[in-house]
């Protein structure tokens, strides 16, 4: 212990004299309670790995082999499981399973992207799975009994998204970019426009949203969306060059693009699609190569050629409940996705053999998609039920080529 601290004990006087405090005392005496919070270092655990499978049927020995089966093949289809990481604790009284496992991955980036897939998993309608990382378990046992209030967040009044339609004199809005400086005017029918508001270095690009809620700014770290008279910043959705956006019919949610990839559990997606009220991460995707259209542009040196293809990838049904995308070739199929949740349909693809297009119909959840000539097989359109995969309609055409 250094010097300083023996030079500065603490003497105290009382009725039998001055008391002098040892080097040990006076330490215990000192708070260190705020330095400890300020710089505590959470330390990894030998846990991170593991993830619990909860609300598993309770089963005897006798079907212990089949459900480990279910859980390697389907539910945790996309990854490796070692049988020897497997653990399904069990009643030492009864023999019987206790409704949960805990499962060891290779990388707590694998057993995170595990967590993500297994979880809500529908086994049947009773066992629906929630898998949880073992560690966030911990953490939620050790949550204090006794309930602290939060701080009520004081009020403040937004301003109205779509208040420009409160106009007197029902004009629309437009935006022009000059340079780096960007200004928005009210269009006037019979005398110049009004300028609305101005900003410089506002954005590399801009872009209005479908239903003119929304002003779209593109930028280097993402994208952004303002709204209100004064234009104030509403979200913002961090995707690296991000390029291209879509919006749902009703803009409940957003997919944007980038050509760089962002890599998520070591798996590179271009597409990810967004929840515009919160802004939260529903899902990202990859850009299947069915969907990339040829490219005569080669790449010059260590650049790549361009990749081509169709915008948008994805196709919302008209309430924003699903959204579809494609996957042409002779192993053609539909992947309908159900928000919020972002889930495939059923668990299940719809499959169409050599599909060319598809598209939702404006007011139901029916889907119409068709597929070219072959084989001495006509051109088919069919219109098919969404959830129930019911074919309402098909029609033979023949001599068609888009």
């Not at 190569?289 to 040829?294: A, K, R």
């Amino acid at each position: 212990m250094p010097s300083a601290v023996n030079s500065k004990l603490k003497a105290k006087s009382d009725s039998s004299g001055p008391v002098v405090q040892t080097e040990e005392e006076l330490l215990s005496s000192l708070d260190f309670s705020d330095i400890e919070r300020k710089y505590a270092v959470e330390l990894p655990t030998a846990f991170d790995t593991v993830v619990v499978v909860d609300n598993l049927p309770i089963i005897d020995e006798t079907k212990e082999e089949k459900l480990l089966n279910i859980i390697k093949t389907r539910v945790f289809k996309n990854f490796t499981i070692n049988s020897n990481n497997l653990y399904l604790p069990k009643d030492p009284a009864s023999g019987k399973t206790k409704g949960f496992m805990f499962i060891d991955f290779d990388t707590p980036e694998i057993a995170a992207r595990a967590v993500r897939e297994g979880n809500g998993h529908k086994m049947d309608k009773v066992h629906i799975l929630a898998v949880n990382m073992f560690d966030d378990i911990e953490l939620f046992t050790n949550v204090d009994d006794e309930f602290v209030e939060p701080e009520t967040e004081t009020f403040v009044e937004k301003e109205h998204l779509k208040g420009w339609l409160t106009d007197e004199k029902a004009r629309d809005q437009f935006v022009i970019m000059r340079g780096n400086d960007t200004g928005i005017y009210w269009n006037n029918k019979t005398e110049p426009p009004q300028l609305a508001h101005k900003r410089d270095g506002w954005a590399d690009m801009l872009a209005w949203s479908p239903l003119g809620t929304y002003l779209q700014t593109f930028h280097k770290q993402g994208a952004a969306l303002w709204g209100g008279a004064s234009f104030t910043q509403i979200k913002k959705f961090p995707h690296v060059n991000v390029k291209l956006t879509d919006f749902s019919p009703n803009e409940r949610y957003m997919i944007t693009w980038s050509n760089e990839p962002t890599i998520i559990d070591g798996q590179p997606y271009h597409m990810i699609v967004w929840d515009v009220l919160t802004g939260l991460q529903l899902r990202p995707f990859v850009l299947d190569p069915s969907q990339q259209l040829p490219s005569t542009n080669i790449g010059r040196g260590n650049r790549p050629a361009t990749v081509k293809f169709d915008w948008p990838v994805f196709k919302w049904s008209h309430d924003d409940k699903y959204v579809a995308k494609m996957v042409t070739g002779p192993e053609g199929l539909i992947q309908i996705y159900e928000t919020p949740e972002m889930g495939l349909l059923d668990k299940k693809s719809l499959k169409v053999e050599n599909i060319k297009d598809f598209s939702w119909m404006p007011n139901d959840h029916v889907l119409a998609y068709w597929t070219p000539e072959g084989d001495n097989i006509p051109a088919r359109i069919t219109l098919t039920k969404i959830p129930s995969r019911e074919t309402l309609r098909t029609k033979n055409l023949v001599n068609v080529i888009e």
